[in-house]
C-alpha cells in the first residue's frame, strides 16, 4: 500500500533463517528479479509505498538483528551506538566513522538532523512522519531547525523526545533512512518529490544505483567502498517490471530471472521445477475492509457489525490467498511479542448479520433488502491490479448477497485506487496493512480521522479508543501495556471499523544457484547484501 505507514507496518516469533553469509564465500553473481510494480520514486522521504526496497542502497540507523531487537553495531547500519539520558528523553546517537555516500561524502551527524527536520515538515509529505510526533519542538524554531535535534559533532546527534514512550527507540532508530544533506539541504521540502534525486538517488547502502525506467527496469550494483568488509556479495541486482505471474514464470523458465515471487497460479508449477527452491517467511501484511464511518450507511455501529457477521473470513481466505493465508483477528500478527493468541477472528453468523439488519430497518423484499423504497447497497473501492483482490471482493460480493445487501464492486488500477482512498472517496475500502516492529496506532485517533495523509481508513473517532491508544504508546511497563492493547482490540472489535480478514506468509522462488539466503518477518530486501549467485 502506498501509505503506509502506515507507517501503515509487527512472542511467537516465527524467522525463517535460510542459509547465511559465510564471509568467505565467493563473492559475485547477478540477481535477476521479477517485479509485480515498482517503486513511485527512490527517495525515502518522499515515497509512499513501502519503502523496503530502498534498503539496498540507503540505511537506518539502526536495524534488527536475528532476535528482531535494535542492536548498537550490527550489520548494514549508521549507529555505532546510542545511549538514553536519566529521564529517557534524550536519545544520543554516534555514529560509524567509516560510512560515505556513494559520491564519496562522507555521512556525518548532519544529514540525520537534515533529514529528521525535513521528515518532520508537513510540505515533504513524509509518510512514516506520526512516528516522529514526538520529537521535541523549539520554542523559536526556524526551517531546518524546529526540533531539539543537535549536532554534537560530525559524528554525534541528539534528539529529544516530549516524554518517554515505549516504542521511542525504535521511531528515533529505524523509522526513517538516512538522506544526504549535502546535496538536498537546499532543496525547499515541498518540491522534493518532484526533484532529479527521487529518479538519481545517491545513497549509503551496499548497492549503488546504475539505472531506473520506471515500470520496466532497475539496476543496482554493488558499492565497492562498503564499511562491510567483503559485502555485499552480488556484483549485481536488476528488477524487471513484469506484472502478470504467468509471464514471470515464464521468464523465469527460460533463465531471464533467477527470482520470482510465489502467486497461487505458479506455485505448483514452481514446486515441480527442477532448479528452483520456494523460500517461505512470516508475513507482515494483513487485510482488510475499512467502512467509512462518515458515510451514512456505516455511521451506525450496527451496520458494520452486521457486514462483519455476514462475512465468512475462512471462505474469504482459502479462496482469495489459497495456502498462504491465515484468518487474523487483528492487525497485531502472530510474529509479534504482543500478540495473543487467544484472541478469536470475529464470528461469521449470518443470522446476526441479518437480525441487525432487520433492526436498522432494512427488510427482504426478494433478493435484496429495502427501506422507503430505497434498496440496501453500497460501493466497495478496490483494485483490478494483481490477482487476489478481483477473487477477493467477488467472494464479499456473493457473502452480502446472501443477506440481503448488493455490492457494487469498484474495480481501479491500483494508484488510481490509493488516490481515491487518500480522498476518503468510498463507502468502503479492501485494502492491505503492513505490521511493523512496534505497536503505535496513533493514526487511528480522532485527529486522523482528519487528514487524508493517515491510516485511518474509517475515518473512525472514539474518544475511549484515543485514551487507550495514548495508553499504549506511553506505558513503558510490558505487562501493563499488554493489557491496555487487549482493552483497544476489544473495542476496535465492539465498533468494527475495520474488519480484518486475513494475513499472508511471504513467498518467493530462486534458481538453486542463488546461495546465502536469509529472509524474515522484515521480508527479503534487508538481507540481499548477503547472498550470492554461482
Not at 7 to 16: A, D, G, K, T
Not at 77 to 84: C, D, G, K, P
Not at 387 to 397: D, M, N, S, T
Not at 473 to 490: I, N, S, T, V
Request: aromatic fraction near 12%; hydrophobic fraction near 35%; charged fraction near 25%.
Amino acid at each position: 500500500m502506498r501509505k503506509n505507514g502506515i507507517e501503515f507496518l509487527v512472542v511467537l516469533l516465527l524467522m525463517m533463517v535460510l542459509g547465511g553469509p559465510s564471509p568467505a564465500a565467493e563473492r559475485g553473481g547477478t540477481l535477476v528479479m521479477g517485479m509485480r510494480g515498482d517503486m513511485d520514486t527512490l527517495c525515502p522521504l518522499t515515497t509512499g509505498v513501502d519503502p523496503t526496497q530502498l534498503s539496498l542502497s540507503f540505511m537506518y540507523l539502526a536495524d534488527y538483528n536475528e532476535d528482531y531487537k535494535l542492536r548498537p553495531n550490527y550489520g548494514p547500519q549508521l549507529a555505532e551506538r546510542w545511549e538514553w539520558n536519566e529521564p529517557h528523553t534524550m536519545l544520543t546517537v554516534r555514529l560509524k566513522d567509516d560510512v560515505r555516500w556513494h559520491d564519496g561524502e562522507p555521512v556525518t551527524a548532519h544529514d540525520v538532523k537534515y533529514t529528521y527536520e525535513a521528515a518532520l515538515d508537513p510540505a515533504t509529505g513524509y509518510q512514516g512522519v506520526s512516528q516522529m510526533y514526538a520529537i521535541k519542538k523549539r520554542e523559536k524554531g526556524r526551517p531546518g531547525d524546529m526540533h531539539e535535534i543537535e549536532v554534537i559533532d560530525d559524528l554525534t546527534v541528539s534528539i529529544a523526545i516530549e516524554k518517554p514512550y515505549a516504542t521511542a527507540e525504535h521511531d528515533l532508530l529505524r523509522n526513517l533512512m538516512i538522506c544526504p544533506a549535502h546535496i538536498l539541504s537546499r532543496v525547499p521540502n515541498a518540491d522534493l518529490r518532484e526533484h532529479p534525486f527521487g529518479r538519481r538517488p545517491v545513497g549509503n547502502g551496499p548497492f549503488k544505483l546504475q539505472e531506473w525506467e520506471k515500470n520496466s527496469t532497475t539496476v543496482y550494483t554493488r558499492n565497492d567502498d562498503f564499511f562491510i568488509d567483503g559485502y555485499p556479495k552480488l556484483d549485481k541486482v536488476v528488477m524487471k517490471v513484469i506484472p502478470e505471474s504467468s509471464a514471470q514464470f515464464a521468464a523465469f523458465a527460460a533463465g531471464e530471472l533467477n527470482f520470482i515471487g510465489v502467486a497461487t497460479t505458479t506455485r505448483d508449477l514452481l514446486e515441480d521445477f527442477p532448479r528452483a527452491r520456494i523460500y517461505r517467511y512470516p508475513g507482515r501484511a494483513y487485510y482488510f475492509i475499512a467502512w467509512n464511518t462518515q458515510r451514512e450507511i456505516f455511521g451506525d455501529v450496527r451496520m458494520r457489525r452486521a457486514m462483519a457477521y455476514a462475512l465468512d473470513k475462512e471462505a474469504i481466505t482459502s479462496g482469495a490467498v489459497p495456502g498462504i493465508g491465515e484468518v487474523c483477528a487483528s492487525p497485531v500478527l502472530s510474529y509479534h511479542p504482543l500478540f495473543d493468541p487467544a484472541r478469536e477472528p470475529y464470528p461469521f453468523i449470518p443470522g446476526e448479520a441479518m437480525r441487525l439488519l432487520d433492526e436498522c430497518g432494512w427488510e427482504m423484499s426478494g433478493e435484496y433488502r429495502y427501506s422507503g423504497g430505497k434498496r440496501l447497497e453500497f460501493k466497495l473501492l478496490s483494485t483490478s491490479t494483481g490477482e487476489v483482490y478481483p477473487r477477493l471482493v467477488e467472494i464479499v460480493q456473493q457473502q452480502l448477497k446472501e443477506v440481503g445487501v448488493f455490492l457494487d464492486i469498484e474495480q481501479v488500477e491500483y494508484m488510481s485506487m490509493l488516490d481515491k482512498a487518500e480522498d476518503r472517496d468510498y463507502d468502503a475500502l479492501t485494502l492491505g496493512g503492513v505490521m511493523g516492529m512496534t505497536v503505535d496506532f496513533s493514526d487511528y485517533k480522532c485527529e486522523g480521522a482528519l487528514r487524508n495523509d493517515s491510516y485511518n481508513w474509517p475515518q473512525y473517532c472514539n474518544p475511549e479508543a484515543d485514551r487507550l491508544i495514548d495508553l499504549i504508546k506511553y506505558e513503558l511497563d510490558p505487562e501493563a501495556r499488554r493489557q491496555h492493547l487487549g482493552d483497544w482490540l476489544d473495542l476496535m472489535e465492539a465498533d468494527q471499523p475495520f474488519t480484518y480478514l486475513y494475513t499472508i506468509r511471504g513467498e518467493f522462488a530462486v534458481k538453486s544457484n542463488v546461495k546465502d539466503i536469509r529472509a524474515d518477518a522484515n521480508g527479503f530486501y534487508p538481507h540481499i547484501w548477503r547472498w550470492r549467485v554461482e
